[in-house]
Structure formats: C-alpha cells, structure tokens
C-alpha cells in the first residue's frame, strides 16, 4: 500500500510558466516532507522541505504548499528552465517502530521545453 | 556539498557472482540508507544503520547484507546475484537533521 503517491508520471511545460509537482499521503503522522530532484544515472538531491506545522516555503524558484487537511503538498517552480528537467520525487517523513524514515513517492518527470 | 561516494557506477555480472557494492561518505553522518530503485517507481528502503555496528532491514525485503565496521563505510553484499536483483541501488547518509544526502547510485544488471 503506497503511503506517498505521485499520480502523475510526467509533465511538460514550458520554458519561463509555472511547473506545479503534486503529492498525496495517506499518514496522518506524517510530520515532514522533502522534495528531490533526480537526474538519470544520479542520486537524488535535496531540493526543499516543509514541516507539518506550516503550509508554505519558499526557497527562490522553488515553494512547497502543504495541505495537511487534504494530505496533500505541492511543488511550484516559477519561472521554469530547461535545466529543470529532471525527475521530482515527494518523500514524507514517519516511523516505523521507533525509527525514523522517508517514505518516497514514484517520482514525477518533468520536462521543461525551451 | 554532499560528500558520499558509491562504486562502482555501473557492474555488469552473470547469475551467482558474489558482489558488494561500495559507499563511503566523509561527513562524519552516524546514519547511512541503502535504497533499491528501478525506473518510474519509488525508492525502497532496504537497509539501515544508525551508527557502527548496529544494521536493520528496511521495508523491502531484501537478500543482500550490510555491515557498519566503520562510522564511514557501509557497503551492501549480495552472496548469489540473480536477475532479479537488477536495479539502481543508492546509498545515503544524514546527520542531525532529515535531509538525506544521495550518492550517485550503482546500477547492477545481473545477466
């Protein structure tokens, strides 16, 4: 049962609009979420993240809006650029026994047309 | 910048080889990840370890092994590699703080 979805597979935009990422949880104890950006053939790197007590944050081109009545938190990049292209995924934070993990989503391909 | 390095980048290798997987990071981070990847689908947490000597299983069952002899090593053993086991496979570390930082991954067919 996946706890952190990422619905849509791809995504194509624009050079200079707005790229929005969507992710869904289904834990209510979900406390933090993180974003990642992955090129192929790369690990993933950190991009921004958002604790459970705010609904935004902000970081240049990069906000995360958090919906946690609706368990629900996006990413928008403004304005978008080819070198955007790449693969997002969400990650949640919660616990497994006593332990600490990241729960992450499939990931989201996006692609930034010039 | 993260400093956490995996080798090899690729391996190529028939059913039944022995493999270990490298991963070192020199951030002096007590907790290190092994996560298993394969294309359009999430990351899987397949082993643990929150410090020297102590390793633990991850959600995805998994036949390979870990062992944490040193807070900067933590490589990954598969004793029988089989198709199966074809997938990127990343290895991360993070400090005090939930950001994990990634290595470049391996990505391992077993023919």
């Known amino acids: 049962d996946q706890q952190v979805k990422q619905n849509s597979p791809s995504l194509s935009v624009q050079e200079g609009r707005i790229s929005i990422l969507n992710c869904d949880y289904t834990?209510?104890?979900?406390?933090?979420f993180l974003w990642y950006k992955k090129y192929p053939a790369e690990g993933p790197t950190f991009l921004i993240s958002i604790s459970s007590i705010k609904d935004k944050n902000e970081d240049g081109r990069f906000t995360v809006f958090l919906n946690k009545s609706a368990k629900h938190l996006s990413l928008h990049i403004v304005p978008s650029q080819p070198g955007d292209s790449a693969v997002y995924f969400c990650a949640a934070r919660g616990y497994s026994g006593s332990a600490r993990q990241l729960t992450f989503g499939s990931g989201t391909q996006l692609t930034v047309l010039p | 910048e993260a400093d956490i390095y995996q080798t090899p980048r690729y391996l190529v290798i028939g059913t039944g080889k022995k493999i270990t997987l490298e991963c070192s990071q020199t951030m002096g981070h007590d907790k290190m990840y092994w996560y298993q990847q394969d294309p359009g689908m999430e990351l899987h947490l397949i082993h643990y370890?929150?410090?020297?000597?102590?390793?633990e299983k991850g959600d995805l069952s998994s036949e390979s092994t870990v062992s944490r002899i040193r807070t900067e090593h933590f490589p990954l053993t598969l004793e029988s590699a089989r198709p199966s086991h074809t997938s990127q496979y990343l290895c991360?570390?993070?400090?005090?703080?939930?950001?994990?930082?990634f290595g470049s991954g391996t990505q391992l067919s077993v023919l």
């Open positions: 991360a570390s993070s400090g005090l703080g939930e950001k994990l930082f």
């Open positions: 370890s929150y410090g020297v000597n102590s390793t």
């Open positions: 834990n209510s104890m979900f406390d933090y």
